[in-house]
């Protein structure tokens, strides 16, 4: 599996954490998913509202390629501290996985990718490092 993450940030703390959640999950699912032979990409912008830009899932046949582009306000993500904004990426993250998934052509051209199991792995994987709890853990940054 080629899996791509990474950011387009107009500030906040966004870019550097989707850098240590790359950091996290490449080498695991490097590993873990190198019999898989499909493309999944993530693309998470730190935007001013003012650009109107939606998240948006697209699947192409012909590369069997996965895109999920996910953007975040940055006037909102601004107010909250890193341990915050790593929650919050954390659920959208995974909430846009979820939608990915979704779509009916990726998972008819790729019928023994098992997307819960898939997905279950990269819980276990971020929440090894600080990631996808179910609240915030104010305690993690004072271990920093």
């Given at each position: 599996?080629?899996?791509?993450?990474?950011?387009?940030?107009?500030?906040?703390?966004?870019?550097?954490?989707?850098?240590?959640?790359?950091?996290?999950?490449?080498?695991?699912?490097?590993?873990?998913?190198?019999?898989?032979?499909?493309?999944?990409?993530?693309?998470?912008?730190c935007?001013?509202?003012?650009?109107?830009?939606?998240?948006?899932?697209?699947?192409?046949?012909?590369?069997?390629?996965?895109?999920?582009?996910?953007?975040?306000?940055?006037?909102e993500?601004?107010?909250?501290?890193?341990?915050?904004?790593?929650?919050?990426?954390?659920?959208?993250f995974?909430?846009w996985?979820n939608?990915?998934?979704?779509?009916?052509?990726?998972l008819?051209?790729?019928?023994?990718?098992?997307?819960?199991?898939?997905?279950?792995?990269i819980?276990?994987?971020?929440?090894?490092?600080?990631?996808?709890?179910?609240?915030?853990?104010?305690?993690?940054?004072l271990?920093?």
């Open positions: 599996m080629d899996f791509f993450l990474t950011s387009d940030t107009a500030g906040a703390y966004v870019g550097e954490l989707v850098s240590e959640l790359r950091q996290i999950l490449y080498p695991k699912i490097e590993k873990n998913y190198s019999n898989v032979h499909c493309n999944i990409g993530v693309v998470i912008r935007l001013p509202d003012s650009y109107h830009r939606k998240s948006f899932t697209r699947y192409m046949n012909a590369k069997n390629d996965l895109t999920i582009d996910l953007c975040v306000s940055l006037e993500y601004e107010k909250l501290y890193k341990i915050e904004q790593r929650f919050e990426l954390g659920k959208i995974l909430e996985l939608k990915g998934f979704l779509n009916n052509n990726f008819k051209n790729n019928p023994d990718f098992n997307k819960d199991h898939f997905i279950n792995d819980v276990i994987f971020g929440k090894e490092e600080g990631w996808f709890f179910d609240e915030v853990d104010y305690s993690q940054e271990n920093k």
